[in-house]
């Protein structure tokens, strides 16, 4: 039962445009969602989260929408860049200070030049 | 450069032999999570332990995996014994109770033959 799901294993986008990956989660207990970054041969690396009482947070060049009623998110990222190619995942978990993250299966990036 | 290692980074083993994997968090963080990463499943939360103590191993096939944290800058990961269906990257993440995030160490690869 795939509790946090990213419908789109794959997305190929042109340098300089904008990139949107989406993400679904079905458990309405998860309040807290983050989004990781991983190159080959690396582990994860943290990029962005927000709180369920927010409906977007924005560092930089990344953005996060949360729409709770749809159970939906999604991560956009303009202007995109080559050194964006990497694969993206979603993950969300219940309640600030409890840890346990539930992931999705990825979405690889690739940003054409 | 605070990071979290695993070694070894690559095992090769045949089916059957016993794996042991290893991890040191970063100094100072009370949190260690076990992950797997397949294609099919993406990443999978295996165990994990807050000040060296099991908090969930829910994850884990009960009967040939085992998680222990010896000291609080070791944690281990043993499979025993060993089958095919482990061919994995195996991840080791450490961070704060109360923390945002988690930080990720580079993996192991494991090949079971």
């Known amino acids: 039962d795939q509790q946090v799901k990213q419908n789109s294993p794959s997305l190929s986008v042109q340098e300089g445009r904008i990139s949107i990956l989406n993400c679904d989660y079905t458990?309405?207990?998860?309040?807290?969602f983050l989004w990781y970054k991983k190159y080959p041969a690396e582990g994860p690396t943290f990029l962005i989260s927000?709180?369920?009482?927010?409906d977007k947070n924005e560092d930089g060049r990344f953005t996060v929408f949360l729409n709770k009623s749809a159970k939906h998110l999604s991560l956009h990222i303009v202007p995109s860049q080559p050194g964006d190619s990497a694969v993206y995942f979603c993950?969300?978990?219940?309640?600030?200070?409890?840890?346990?993250?539930?992931f999705g299966t990825g979405t690889r990036l690739t940003i054409i030049p | 450069d605070a990071r979290v290692t695993q070694t070894p980074r690559h095992k090769v083993t045949e089916m059957g032999q016993e794996v042991t994997m290893r991890c040191q968090p970063i100094?100072?963080?009370?949190?260690v999570f076990w992950y797997r990463q397949t294609m099919m499943q993406g990443l999978e939360l295996l165990a994990y332990?807050?000040?060296?103590?099991?908090?969930?191993d829910s994850g884990m096939p009960k009967d040939r995996f085992s998680a222990e944290m010896p000291d609080a800058t070791l944690a281990t990961l043993k499979i025993q014994p060993s089958e095919p269906r482990d061919s994995a990257v195996y991840f080791c993440?450490?961070?704060?109770?109360?923390?945002?995030?988690?930080?990720f160490g580079p993996g192991t690869r494991l090949l079971v033959l």
């Open positions: 927000i709180s369920s009482i927010k």
């Open positions: 993440a450490s961070g704060l109770d109360r923390g945002e995030t988690q930080y």
């Open positions: 100094l100072g963080h009370n949190t």
């Open positions: 332990f807050r000040n060296r103590a099991p908090l969930d």
């Open positions: 993950a969300a978990r219940h309640n600030f200070g409890n840890e346990k993250l539930t």
């Open positions: 458990n309405s207990m998860f309040d807290y």
